[in-house]
């Protein structure tokens, strides 16, 4: 079995991608190899993010890892929240906070449309920096549904669905989001690499 570093702190996102990789791979995350401080996210897009955190933790560890960033956006807000989609209502905000101004900024607007698109910064064994992305349509909703996932996943409904992201179970979800997107071209390479 081949472990693989995830840089990450989020219980949900490891979740769900321990679901994408399978049986194949182990996960480690942030806590697993040592890492418990905050790591810093200051690029102004989702790839600099994404190599920021994959970086950090190569660096630290000097184990091959990788590491996402997702960004939602609506094309109302002119791409916003963007790169900030995490603390959107500021850096100490929950994702209750976020969803909140979202729908607050959204009042009276008739074009919902959105997307969430993840990048995922991959460094090998030999310190080359590999990226894969992934992008899922749809719109946001007036109010939130449902209670499963995490994040914005009550509010964005995906294209051609009448479900949003938490009204859908996992296993639905994990086959036409954003992050599952990205990681199938990531599981691909990975299986292309042994």
Do not use: W
Request: hydrophobic share 35%.
């Amino acid at each position: 079995m081949r472990t693989l570093v995830f840089a990450t702190g989020n219980k949900h996102k490891a979740e769900e991608v321990q679901d994408f990789l399978g049986k194949g791979f182990a996960l480690s995350c942030l806590k697993d190899v040592g890492i418990t401080e905050d790591i810093p996210e200051t690029a102004d897009t989702l790839e600099g993010n994404a190599l920021q955190k994959a970086k950090y933790v190569y660096d630290k560890t000097g184990k091959s890892c990788f590491a996402d960033d997702t960004g939602l956006e609506v094309d109302a807000l002119n791409g916003a929240p963007g790169v900030y989609t995490a603390r959107y209502a500021g850096e100490s905000c929950s994702s209750e906070d976020n969803i909140n101004l979202l729908l607050k900024n959204l009042e009276n607007v008739k074009n919902r449309t959105a997307r969430f698109r993840t990048v995922i910064a991959y460094i090998d064994n030999n310190g080359s920096v590999h990226y894969f992305d992934g992008i899922a349509e749809g719109s946001i909703i007036q109010e939130r549904c449902g209670i499963q996932g995490f994040g914005y996943d009550p509010i964005f409904m995906p294209k051609g669905y009448d479900k949003t992201f938490a009204q859908l179970p996992l296993s639905e979800k994990n086959k036409i989001s954003h992050r599952a997107l990205a990681m199938q071209k990531f599981i691909s390479f990975l299986k292309d690499e042994k």
